[in-house]
């Protein structure tokens, strides 16, 4: 499940069609922290940074994802959320 | 498990002690997203917002934790990461 900027977008095709209709995007990573999940197999990693959409002005970012192990060495995204933060 | 802006801080005692020693803090917070998690039983709650520490200038922060239900009516913190997001 992706939740974007507060939309909630579930499944292959509903996220892959929002993440394609956002544009040219480039992420300046900040920061990284992971841990543990609840389950051996998951991880949650948190993600803060600055990113432009389409060379427009930089804007801080923060996302949080769980990865989670369905095979030895294969993962795939269970949560996805992502936010801007701006606007003091 | 806490991560505070990179420090990691496990058990009740260590987390407690952090928090603590920050001083007085006025959280205002502007998002907030939920989403199921792997297990029935928990949730992953995102927030983001502005901090003020000791009455000082406002910070963008966010916050990511994974809240367990381990009886009914009952959470604990499994998961928690705490970022400022500033310096673009």
Redesign the interface.
């Given at each position: 499940?992706l939740?974007f900027e507060?939309n909630q977008f579930q499944g292959t095709q509903a996220i892959i069609g929002k993440l394609s209709s956002i544009g040219r995007v480039q992420h300046t990573p900040?920061?990284m922290?992971v841990?543990?999940?609840?389950?051996p197999n998951?991880l949650?990693i948190?993600v803060?940074g600055?990113v432009q959409i389409d060379g427009g002005n930089?804007?801080?970012f923060?996302e949080?994802f769980?990865l989670?192990s369905n095979a030895p060495g294969s993962y795939y995204v269970?949560?996805d959320?992502f936010?801007l933060?701006?606007?003091?």
């Open positions: 499940m939740t507060g900040k920061s922290d841990q543990p999940s609840t389950d998951s949650v948190f803060t600055s930089p804007l801080h923060c949080f769980q989670v269970h949560n959320v936010r933060n701006y606007g003091l």
